[in-house]
C-alpha cells in the first residue's frame, strides 16, 4: 500500500543508486575532443549526471532533505575544481541544479562558473530561425533542433535569470520553448516529435519518442514555477502541454507505463519517461492545470516507478542515451541501461508523490 514512509524509503534508495552509478565500460563512446565520454558515472560532468543532479536537488528543496543538498555542494565543489568541460547543450545540464543551489544559498563560489556559463550559452550556435543548435560532446547537428535541448538548456537559463534579475535569460528561455514547438509539436496529436532539420525540413522518423516527450512534459510545467514568463506565454504553454498530456493517457499500458515509442506498443516501456509523465500529471492535477483524471494516471505511473526499483536502489528499464533516429526500429533497438537521469526522473516522481498520500 502506499504511503509516506514507502515514499522515504524508496526516496533515500534511489539517491544510494544515484551516487553509485559507474561506467562498467559498455559504451565508451568518444567525445569530438578525443576523450571518452562517461555518461552512467555519477562524478561525470554530462547530460545524464546534470538531469540526476536536479533531481537531487528538487529532493532538497522540496523535503530540506540535507544529505542531498551535501552531496550537491561536495559534486560541484570537486568539478569546479577540476574544471569544467567544452560548453554545448548536454553539458549546459548541470548548471540547472547548480542554479538552485545558489539561489537559496547564495554562497559566492557558484556564482561566477555560472554567470560566465549564463553568457556562453547566448552565443552557442543557432540555427536559421534562432533555435539553439542541438551540438552536443560527441556530434555536431547541423541546421538541427532537438526536444531535448529544452531541458538541457532553456531550463537552467530560465531558472538562473529569474534569481539573477537578468531577464535577457527568462527571455530567452522562453523563446526558445516557443520556436521548439513551432517545429517539433504535432498539431494532431498534441505529442512531440523528437527532432526537426532545416536541411530539407523534416521530422526525421517523426517519432513520438516517449522520453524525448518526456522532457516537454516535465519540462514545461517546471519553466512556470522557475521563472515568470509572461501571462501570454504561460496561457500558451499551458495549452500546448495539456494537448500533450490528454493524448498521453490514451497511451499508458495496463501496467501505467508508456513504450518508448508512444504509439508503438510493440516497443518497449520504458520507465524514465514513464517516471517524468507521473510527475508531470500528478504535478499539473495539484497545481489546478489539469482534472482529478491526470493524478489517477501519474499514480499509476508511479506503481510502474516503484516496481522497476531494484534493491540497490537503482532504477531499471531506462533507455540509454538516444541520438536522432532516421527510422522507427532504432528506438526500439536502444538498449536498456541504468542511468542518472533515469534515477532523477524517478526522484522526481517519488518526491511529488509525496503530495499525493495521506
Not at 554530462?46 to 551535501?70: C, I, M
Not at 489517477?296 to 534493491?311: C, F, Q, S, Y
Request: net charge negative.
Amino acid at each position: 500500500m502506499l504511503s509516506d514512509q514507502l515514499l522515504k524509503e524508496k526516496i533515500s534508495a534511489v539517491v544510494s543508486g544515484l551516487a553509485a552509478l559507474r561506467d562498467e565500460g559498455k559504451f565508451n563512446e568518444p567525445n569530438l575532443d578525443g576523450s571518452t565520454g562517461d555518461y552512467v558515472s555519477f562524478d561525470s560532468w554530462e547530460w545524464p549526471q546534470g538531469v540526476g543532479l536536479y533531481g537531487l536537488a528538487q529532493l532538497w528543496l522540496r523535503t530540506g532533505d540535507e544529505e542531498s543538498k551535501t552531496l550537491l555542494e561536495d559534486w560541484y565543489t570537486k568539478q569546479l575544481d577540476q574544471g569544467l568541460p567544452k560548453l554545448n547543450v548536454n553539458t549546459t545540464a548541470p548548471m540547472l541544479a547548480l542554479s538552485l543551489l545558489w539561489g537559496k544559498t547564495k554562497e559566492e563560489k557558484w556564482f561566477k562558473p555560472m554567470d560566465d556559463w549564463a553568457n556562453a550559452v547566448l552565443s552557442m550556435p543557432r540555427t536559421e530561425i534562432g533555435g539553439f543548435q542541438h551540438n552536443v560532446s560527441d556530434k555536431i547537428n547541423d541546421n538541427e533542433l532537438w526536444d531535448d535541448t529544452l531541458f538541457m538548456v532553456a531550463l537552467f537559463l530560465a531558472s538562473y535569470g529569474e534569481q539573477s534579475g537578468r531577464r535577457e535569460l527568462v527571455d530567452e528561455a522562453v523563446f526558445q520553448f516557443l520556436v521548439h514547438t513551432h517545429y517539433l509539436c504535432e498539431p494532431e496529436t498534441g505529442l512531440w516529435f523528437h527532432g526537426w532539420s532545416f536541411d530539407g525540413n523534416h521530422n526525421f522518423a517523426r517519432a513520438r519518442w516517449a522520453r524525448g516527450n518526456a522532457w516537454i512534459s516535465a519540462g514545461v510545467l517546471d519553466l512556470l514555477e522557475l521563472a515568470d514568463i509572461g501571462e501570454g506565454n504561460k496561457r500558451f504553454l499551458i495549452a500546448v502541454v495539456t494537448a500533450q498530456i490528454n493524448t498521453l493517457m490514451k497511451y499508458q499500458a495496463e501496467t501505467g507505463a508508456w513504450h518508448t515509442l508512444i504509439d508503438d506498443d510493440s516497443s518497449y516501456e520504458e520507465i524514465s519517461a514513464t517516471a517524468a509523465f507521473g510527475y508531470a500529471m500528478m504535478k499539473g492535477a495539484r497545481l489546478g492545470i489539469g482534472p482529478e483524471s491526470w493524478r489517477e494516471a501519474g499514480l499509476k505511473a508511479l506503481d510502474a516507478v516503484l516496481a522497476n526499483i531494484d534493491e540497490n536502489g537503482t532504477v531499471q528499464n531506462v533507455s540509454y542515451g538516444t541520438r536522432m533516429g532516421h527510422d522507427l526500429q532504432f528506438y526500439k533497438d536502444i538498449p536498456l541501461e541504468p542511468t542518472a537521469y533515469g534515477q532523477s526522473m524517478a526522484l522526481l516522481c517519488l518526491v511529488e508523490a509525496l503530495n499525493h498520500v495521506k
